[in-house]
């Protein structure tokens, strides 16, 4: 760990392991256990943002964005465990939980609301780089669009501009294959 901050702040530094590191490599490693709980115990949640046309202030859609309750440390924004859930390899199933819970929850809405939605509605999730270079996402992503109902074109899926220069070989495959099913792609 050490190494890795004397890495991060540039050529010819050093950074010396101490009881600062020690305490957040602790911290680190109890929300990383608490994290595999959390997945499981029906800790995290999903809220939405709504996606409005600024030309003439309509709904056009909502962004799906996690978030974590955490029993002990209240809700944690997206910041304080995404990183975490990267290193530790639970990126898949924190996508998966938040894409069928958005895709659940647009058909929902779609139902419920029926004729007072515009019918090109769509809901936006985040995915990791993880996700992206993973040969069953194309799969998951169809099981979430087949369990919910949802229509392909109602789904945007949203990738960082560093996750495609990083995986940028590995993405495109994937990406071919997400526009074939029909599901909107995005740079955020």
């Known amino acids: 760990i050490a190494m890795y901050r004397a890495k991060a702040a540039g050529k010819a530094r050093y950074a010396l392991f101490d009881a600062s590191l020690h305490r957040e490599v602790a911290s ?12 499981d115990d029906g800790q995290l949640a999903v809220v939405y943002q709504p996606v409005v046309t600024l030309g003439n202030g309509t709904l056009a859609g909502f962004e799906a964005l ?42 929902s809405w779609k139902r419920e609301f029926a ?14 780089g993880h996700d992206i270079a993973h040969r069953s996402f194309v799969a998951r992503v169809s099981r979430a669009l087949v369990e ?14 560093n996750i495609l220069m990083e995986r940028l070989e590995g993405a495109l495959a994937v990406l071919g294959e997400l526009r074939r099913l029909g599901v909107t792609l995005a740079i955020d």
């Open 148 to 161: 919910s109902g949802l229509e392909p074109r109602e789904l945007c899926l949203e990738l960082t501009e």
């Open 28 to 39: 680190r490693l109890r929300l990383e256990g608490d994290l595999r709980r959390a997945i």
């Open 115 to 128: 004729g007072a939605l515009p019918p090109t509605l769509t809901v936006a999730v985040n995915v990791s």
């Open 66 to 107: 996690v978030r974590w309750h955490h029993p002990v440390d209240g809700t944690l924004p997206p910041a304080a465990f995404l990183p975490i859930a990267d290193e530790a390899g639970l990126m898949m199933r924190v996508t998966d939980f938040v894409l069928n819970c958005a895709c659940r929850q647009l058909a």
